[in-house]
């Protein structure tokens, strides 16, 4: 490993990626949740009825995460835990090897960092065993992955961490990770890490994206476009 990539310090620099929407296309979880709330009548009836509460919010920005747990709470109900873990493998191994979903620029960059000697971190708010499914379907391992988890407790699922925006700075703080060298997101909820990178990259962004990440970050964020 050549001095560029080492800190100051001599370490391995750290290198972060966002999950959906750099290495995957979409939403992960969401389509998860999705396929769970169609595929019993009961949740879709469920979902109906919850909708006029839980869209408002998931459209509104400041409330987005409430109203997305309202629709994953009734995604989840029922779900017993090792049925849980077999349907998320089986979304990941389906998600990894759609080529359509996959973006293989992402994947080939992150490939990339590991051969230069970099310490790689997977940041993302969806579930970490799905995140850690795609990325072993994809021949990747040793990779850390530091995302959302729910876990089951007395019959029923709750969020034990929630790894989104600001989130996902306190849960790199807690692995004694306070600085990196580049974070790649596609996302302004991902501001934090961004700000926390000397070489911040939005992925796929529109001008206006771009715009905006630039005035809120005092400085132009590098700009990517991967398929």
């Given at each position: 490993?050549?001095?560029?990539?080492?800190?100051?310090?001599?370490?391995?620099?750290?290198?972060?990626?966002?999950?959906?929407?750099?290495?995957?296309?979409?939403?992960?979880?969401?389509?998860?949740?999705?396929?769970?709330?169609?595929?019993?009548w009961w949740r879709r009836a469920l979902?109906?009825?919850?909708?006029?509460?839980?869209?408002?919010?998931?459209?509104?920005?400041?409330?987005?995460?409430?109203?997305?747990?309202?629709?994953?709470?009734?995604?989840?109900?029922?779900?017993?835990?090792?049925?849980?873990?077999?349907?998320?493998?089986?979304?990941?191994?389906?998600?990894?090897?759609?080529?359509?979903?996959?973006?293989?620029?992402?994947?080939?960059?992150?490939?990339?960092?590991?051969?230069?000697?970099?310490?790689?971190?997977?940041?993302?708010?969806?579930?970490?065993?799905?995140?850690?499914?795609?990325?072993?379907?994809?021949?990747?391992?040793?990779?850390?992955?530091?995302?959302?988890?729910?876990?089951?407790?007395?019959?029923?699922?709750?969020?034990?961490?929630?790894?989104?925006?600001?989130?996902?700075?306190?849960?790199?703080?807690?692995?004694?990770?306070?600085?990196?060298?580049?974070?790649?997101?596609?996302?302004?909820?991902?501001?934090?890490?961004?700000?926390?990178?000397?070489?911040?990259?939005?992925?796929?962004?529109?001008?206006?994206?771009?715009?905006?990440?630039?005035?809120?970050?005092?400085?132009?964020?590098?700009?990517?476009?991967?398929?």
């Open positions: 490993m050549s001095d560029s990539q080492r800190t100051a310090q001599g370490e391995p620099r750290i290198v972060l990626f966002d999950f959906d929407g750099v290495l995957v296309a979409g939403d992960s979880f969401a389509h998860v949740l999705r396929t769970l709330i169609r595929e019993r979902a109906l009825a919850v909708t006029p509460i839980a869209m408002p919010l998931l459209l509104s920005g400041r409330h987005m995460s409430l109203g997305a747990a309202i629709y994953q709470r009734v995604a989840l109900l029922g779900e017993a835990a090792g049925a849980f873990d077999r349907r998320l493998a089986g979304f990941a191994q389906a998600l990894a090897q759609n080529p359509a979903r996959v973006h293989a620029e992402a994947i080939a960059a992150l490939r990339a960092h590991r051969v230069a000697g970099d310490r790689v971190l997977v940041v993302s708010g969806s579930e970490q065993r799905l995140v850690d499914g795609v990325l072993a379907a994809q021949g990747i391992h040793g990779v850390e992955v530091v995302a959302s988890r729910l876990v089951h407790e007395r019959g029923r699922w709750r969020v034990a961490r929630h790894c989104y925006g600001a989130r996902k700075v306190e849960a790199l703080a807690e692995l004694g990770i306070e600085r990196w060298e580049v974070a790649y997101t596609d996302s302004l909820s991902d501001l934090p890490l961004l700000a926390g990178a000397r070489r911040a990259v939005l992925v796929n962004a529109s001008d206006a994206l771009l715009e905006r990440a630039t005035r809120r970050l005092g400085r132009a964020p590098e700009r990517l476009r991967w398929r």
